[in-house]
């Protein structure tokens, strides 16, 4: 059983390792990520929802996971630009930051504030398991 678990553990990072050495991994996720279009991520996620709730509810319960699993991965991310000279790191943000659909980013956080409010029962057990952080974020 533990056996199992080792080998599970950092699957992901020794999968990603093995095709990140792919050329042909590295031209399909050029192609892939230059082609990403915000206007088509509204007619995804009502197909999504509608199309098979029962897929969706499944989808979205993995958010947990997901949402740790990112939080992690953004941790070593700042903690890995950290260690990058200050005008590279800066240079580098900048690019990125101007890239960015801040109305948008606003847009979806107003949304995500009405489905909260739905949900105040869930949210108050959220703010106490949370140390604060929905408690903040709600401000």
């Known amino acids: 059983m533990q056996e199992t678990a080792i080998e599970k553990h950092g699957a992901a990072e020794r999968l990603l390792r093995e095709?990140?050495?792919?050329?042909?991994?590295?031209?399909?996720?050029?192609?892939?990520?230059?082609?990403?279009?915000?206007?088509?991520?509204?007619g995804l996620a009502r197909t999504l929802l509608w199309e098979d709730a029962e897929t969706f509810m499944g989808t979205v319960s993995l958010l947990p996971a997901i949402i740790n699993f990112q939080v992690a991965l953004a941790r070593d991310i700042a903690a890995q630009l950290n260690s990058m000279p200050p005008d590279i790191l800066v240079a580098f943000m900048g690019q990125l930051a101007?890239?960015?659909?801040?109305?948008?980013?606003?847009?979806?956080?107003?949304?995500?504030?009405?489905?909260?409010?739905?949900?105040?029962?869930?949210m108050e057990k959220l703010k106490e398991s949370s140390s604060g952080l929905f408690a903040r974020a709600r401000e």
């Open 98 to 122: 101007e890239k960015i659909d801040f109305a948008a980013a606003e847009e979806a956080v107003r949304e995500f504030k009405v489905a909260l409010d739905r949900l105040a029962p869930v």
């Open 19 to 42: 095709l990140i050495r792919s050329p042909k991994f590295k031209a399909s996720l050029r192609v892939l990520t230059a082609n990403i279009d915000p206007a088509t991520a509204s």
